[in-house]
């Protein structure tokens, strides 16, 4: 532990010297956001680009890798720090722009376009301070992504890394280390919300031995990917709550389940447990101690129900990926029918600072049953795009004005769906409920994983629901007959909806079905499927209304409810239309005004494109 | 033990720790529906997955419905297992299965005998709100067992057979979500697998998914053919259970009566399987005890134990698995192959009849003999020794279908020399059957003495694993017997361990032996009705004038005239078989 301290402080003052040194030149610091998402979009260039630049120019100066930055709407992003001075964010970085930033603002101190505001408080600032509050963002989970280049331990364990491991082995017993995890209220951030504290003490009391840690990375909501930048930007924060869940639980063996369509994740924590062994971090008598742990990882295929504990377990194992009855819970028979303890890995990244920072601190965050902060992934029609962490409790309206910027190209805002695939779309009315586990149920969504999709009037609410309806219906392992089926007749029937065959008896069906769903199915996946359907039946019953008795789309999204209209007062009759039309639906004589005919037309939108005269509308 | 007070639809019940709430609900005389729960208790067959969700019931206190077969009794629960949600729900479940499902009750094979079909009519389900696709899937034809798997509800009842009891591990869900199914793996035809067609999958399926080859056509049309001599035999089994398909009680002995119908049906010769098992005994027992002697005089060579052979999905199972052990099996046939074998050869001579012009049916408890009767070494130029290996529920079909009343028929006796059988092998139809039987002959022919306890009561009963050692004059013989291929796999990786102390194994394919087989009448997950039909075999045992298979006289009179003497020349030739290593016969198709 001593050493460990040691190496934290030569690390730090490293790290300072890296910062804060005198002479000019070596002071410039560069980082390049290299999470999958940067480097999709040019991140390694940049890095390769600058880096030689930097040696042609003759500039000394140090060029790392580091993990999400959080403006996913803005990658490349790369953080800049100049003597004395605070360090700068660029977006949208090509290598013009990179060339533009060293010429200009590392040679010369001159602005370039692009910075991006800070608009988070870190893990270290006062929490009570004005600024922080105004920043609306709180990084615990998040506190080493984009700080820290996550292929080197020593940046980890420079920012207190494995120093809540240390503490734990050589001054709390487990009982404590899950008294402190109890006391801090933290929640199971995979989207059950069961308090983590609990499930460990249960795990510790299981009798049966060895016992397992697993880590859930199966993340598999479409467009959610906190767990992947924790990964990519931060794995030693994973390893090492694992281990301390090892220590609590009385484990010897932890088992990370990701997704094998996460290959950077899957590199960067090969390597972070690699760097651990090395140091004794992770095996045996780890800190001089009796204490033995080590991981190992499993890939699954990317069956989204295997996020489900107990089907993530059976998948584990070698067998089909589905869940089984609950209980008996994985606590108490789990892999190998042996106590297992299944965590998030979000939940993991929050366990070090209660350690080191102490359960008050942490549940002095967040609302009063649900603590510390949330990881979202922040997407659709909104202007800032991204990875955010906001306390709990934070209101729907700060999270997509404040943080969010608002709604794209100035739209109205309609509805945000959280929860992933099986949340539900919440509406105007909620936007000033504070985000938490049981403000997000009470009001027809859930919390999930930590997706969060905004929607304008541009989204049709009823192909919302038929496209997570979609997803459900694929994703379903097919055991119980309610999931199975039912959520294929919930689909069946929103597509009738959708191509304008609905009846007002549909909508009745859509509702009773999609309860009885809810009621009946064998697991989460199944019990929470209709949530898309019946939460924006509930909010947005006229939408359906609409599709339904007056055949029409409000959005223009459902492409059969839609008409092309050829008004007569202002068709002269020029036959461009007709000419354009592929499949020879138009008809009229020259000079006279022409007729679509609606059994033909495919809705293409070529004749309205082609009319000088402003003729053609649609309904 | 722990004792839990539960109130179920108002009446308080007290019942063991771990007890489900369906079966506290079945011990308060409350009936909740099941549909992929399924029970054979006795035989630690139990399938509990929790998916069909028609048994759900309200628990006080849960946020939703939860299912009565998988759910553990709590102290103070209280349940409701009719309240308008859980009707309304579970209703709708069924409606959404039946939806998913063809609506070709009137020309499927489990009409009548459909557990999808009698839940319909109990929930009385008239309409179905939610119509739309139906999954589809290619339908699969092998020489024992169909596939129509559009009708699978995924109740997954096969595949616990196929895995967890049998081992065999040809059956498993495959797809996702709606297309979720039970199939071989990449869905490949069964004659493809390592399935070894023991029916089990059949016996336990609740709708028409899984069923067997029918051949009673072919049969009505040989009977038909005046150029034809129609012979019949019939295994021990079918007599403890034809009968429950003309509604008698479980374990009511049909012996008379199905000899009546199978005369009236037209075969010309109606014989017994029975008369070919103690044949088997006469082959096999000599086998037994020529090893057991080779031993005894320290030739090393000599393999043991030996393993019965009279069961067919057993012989392909351990073809599959234990290629390396092949000439440990008794090389004997099974009865119904030294059947036809005795009459496509001695009794097509006696009676001067070519074999082409003879048809052999056979009325079996099983489905794998539908199978071993088309193995090519069971053949003579393309001809086989077995034409048609009819299941017991075929037979009762037939019958049916001939306007015969079962019920009010006159017994009657088989025909001879070929239906003269011994109590000895009555027995063959259960568990324990053919080893007693075995032992009862190789007792006295190896101790030179009369038995006087012609009942091993020692080598009885329904346990999966069964062990007894036999004192052979003080010799000790240690005799295994398991049921449930699971089960004899266990033994048989003891004897690849070299840990076996059993001087011989017998091995039944299914529960109970052949009164469980894939063919009998379907038992809907009552264990007592295998039970009552053991106890009819070891009745009708008790009952008969000779009770070992060497005392036959027919048995011996055909040794005499014909085969000379067991193991002989002419018996090796028509009443022993080889087998083939099957591990390169699995195909995965393109």
Known sequence: MDDLKKLRNTLLEKMK???????????????????????????????DFMAEEFDKRNIEAVVTQTGCMGYCYAEPTIEVKLPNNEPVIFGWVDLKKADRIIEKYIRNNELVEGIIPLNFASIDDNLNDETTERKKQIRIALRNCGVINPENIDDYIGRDGYQALGRCLTELSP????????????????????????????????????????????????????????????????????????????????????????????????????????????????FGTDFCFDIELRYGAGAFVCGEETALIHSMEGNRGEPTVKPPFPSVSGYLGLPTNVNNVETFANIPPIITKGAEWFASIGSEKSKGTKVFALAGQINNVGLIEVPMGTTLRDVIYEIGGGIRDSREFKAVQTGGPSGGCLTKKHLDTPIDYDNLIASGSMMGSGGMIVMDEADCMVAIAKFYLEFT????????????????????????????????????????????????SLCGLGQTSPNPVLSTLDNFFEEYYEHVVDKKCRAGVCKSLMKYIIQEDNCVGCM????????????????????????????CGACMEKCKFNAIYTN | MESIKITIDKKIIEVPKGTTVLHAARQLGIEIPTLCYFNLGDMNIENKPGGCRVCVVEVEGRRNLAPACVTECTEGMLVNTHSIRVLNSRRTVLELILSDHPYDCLVCAKSGNCELQSLAQKLGIREIHYEGEKSTYRKDT????????????????????????????????????????????????????????????????????????????????????????????????????????????????????????????????????????????????????????????????????????????????????????????STAKSPQQMFGAIAKNYFADKIKVDRKDM???????????????????FAVDGNPDVDYALSTRELAHLIKQANIDFLSLPDEDFDNPLGESTGASVIFGTTGGVIEAATRTAYEVFTGKKLEKISFEELRGLENIRH???????????????????????????????????????????????????????????????????????????????????????????????????????????????????????????
């Not at chain 1, 090892?246 to 063996?253: C, D, N, R, S």
């Not at chain 2, 479980?250 to 075969?267: C, D, E, I, N, S």
């Not at chain 2, 048809?359 to 070494?377: D, F, G, N, Q, W």
Request: aromatic share 6%.
């Open chain 1, 17 to 47: 010297f890296r910062e804060n040194n005198q002479n000019a030149q070596v002071q410039v610091q560069v980082k390049v956001a290299m999470a999958t998402c940067g480097i999709a979009s040019g991140a390694k260039e940049v890095m």
């Open chain 1, 175 to 286: 009982d404590v280390v899950i008294d402190q995890v109890k006391k801090s209220g933290l929640r199971g951030r995979g989207g059950g919300g069961f308090p983590t504290g609990l499930k460990w003490e249960i795990t510790r009391k299981s009798v049966a031995k060895p016992k397992y840690v697993v880590c859930n990375a199966d993340e598999g909501d479409p467009g959610a990917f906190m767990d992947r930048s924790i990964l990519e930007g931060d794995p030693h924060s994973v390893i090492e709550a694992m281990a301390i869940a090892g220590y609590a639980i009385g484990a010897e063996f932890g088992v990370v389940y990701i997704r094998a369509e996460y290959p950077l994740a899957i590199e960067r924590l090969k390597i972070a447990i690699g760097q651990a062994r090395v140091l004794g971090l992770l095996g045996r008598n780890i």
């Open chain 1, 473 to 520: 219906v694929e994703e379903s392992c097919g055991k119980c007959s309610p999931c199975r089926i039912g959520n294929k007749r919930l689909f069946e029937i929103l597509e009738k909806i959708t191509k304008g065959n609905g009846t007002l008896e549909d909508l009745e069906h859509l509702r009773t079905l999609g309860n009885v769903i809810k009621d009946t």
């Open chain 1, 576 to 603: 461009a239309c007709a000419r354009n039309c592929p499949v020879n639906a138009i008809t009229g004589e020259k000079k006279l005004p022409h007729l679509i005919n609606q059994h033909i037309c495919i809705k």
């Open chain 2, 142 to 329: 092998s020489p024992a067992i169909i596939r129509d798997i559009d009708k699978c509800i995924m109740c997954r009842r096969c595949e616990m057979m196929c895995n967890d009891f049998q081992t065999v591990g040809v059956l498993s869900a495959i797809n996702r979500g709606f297309q979720a199914v039970v199939a071989p793996a990449f869905e490949m035809n069964l004659d493809h697998s390592t399935c070894t067609y023991c029916g089990q999958c059949v016996s336990v399926c609740p709708t028409g998914a899984l069923t067997e080859v029918d051949h009673t056509r072919k049969v009505v049309n040989a009977l038909a053919d005046p150029t034809k001599t129609v012979i019949v035999q019939t295994a021990p089994a079918v007599r403890a259970a034809l009968g429950e398909e003309f509604g008698l009680e479980p374990g009511t002995l049909v012996t008379g009566k199905m000899a009546a119908a199978l005369r009236q049906l037209g075969f010309d010769f109606v014989f017994d399987t029975d008369f070919a098992a103690d044949l088997t005994i006469m082959e096999e027992g000599t086998e037994l005890l020529d090893r057991l002697t080779r031993h005894l005089n320290g030739d090393t060579s000599v393999k043991l134990p030996i393993l019965t052979s009279c069961c067919p999905g057993w012989v392909k199972f351990f073809e599959h698995n234990w290629p390396d052990m092949l000439d440990i099996p």
């Open chain 2, 359 to 377: 048809v052999v049916v056979s009325i079996m408890p099983c489905l794998a003999k539908k199978y071993e009767c088309t193995r090519p070494e």
């Open chain 2, 468 to 590: 007894a050692t036999i004192d052979f004059n003080g010799l000790p013989i240690n005799i295994g017997i398991a049921h449930g291929l699971g089960y004899a796999r266990k033994l048989l990786e003891d004897i690849k361990a070299g840990k076996s102390e059993f001087h011989a194994i017998e091995i039944m394919a299914c529960p109970g032996g052949c009164i469980g087989g894939g063919g009998q009448p379907y038992n809907h997950g009552n264990s007592d009705v295998i039970k009552a039909r053991q106890t009819a075999l070891y009745k009708e045992d008790i009952e008969k004038p000779i009770r070992k298979s060497h005392e036959n006289p027919f048995v011996q009179k055909l040794y005499e005239e014909y085969l000379g003497k067991p193991m002989g020349e002419i018996s090796h030739h028509l009443l022993h078989t080889h087998y083939f290593d099957r591990t390169n016969e699995v195909i995965i198709d393109e």
